[in-house]
């Protein structure tokens, strides 16, 4: 069976910094992204990595504050995120989708983790 597990959320100052983990299962060669939701608003994609790791993306509020990077050998994407501001808390989801290229990488991707939930205090 296929599984992602989210880790790493948390309550943390504004400026601070948090890592979020997706420890996958079942699954090779797939695409990942971070997706997050906070209470009244729409999913949005955050970060995305290719099976690779040699392809990313940011979404523009992500980019110069967050780095995506993954193990493959450890099964495991990371989100490094640094500088945080009170508009990233929300619930963050992984998600993956296998052969598909990052641009591919949407909400419709059929594996998601159960989410992870990031306060960011002012």
């Known amino acids: 069976q296929v599984q992602l597990v989210e880790s790493g959320g948390g309550l943390v100052q504004a400026g601070g910094s948090l890592r979020l983990s997706c420890a996958a299962s079942?699954?090779?060669?797939?695409?990942v992204g971070w997706f997050r939701q906070a209470p009244g608003k729409e999913r949005e994609s955050v970060s995305s990595?290719?099976?690779?790791?040699?392809?990313?993306y940011y979404t523009k509020s992500a980019r110069g504050r967050f780095t995506i990077s993954r193990d493959n050998a450890k099964n495991t994407v990371y989100l490094q995120m640094n500088s945080l501001k009170p508009e990233d808390t929300a619930v963050y989801y992984c998600?993956?989708?296998?052969?598909?290229?990052?641009?591919?990488?949407?909400?419709?991707?059929?594996?998601w983790g159960q989410g992870t939930q990031v306060t960011v205090s002012s």
């Open positions: 998600a993956a989708d296998p052969n598909k290229l990052i641009s591919e990488l949407t909400h419709e991707a059929p594996y």
């Open positions: 079942g699954l090779t060669n797939y695409a």
């Open positions: 990595i290719s099976w690779s790791g040699t392809t990313t």
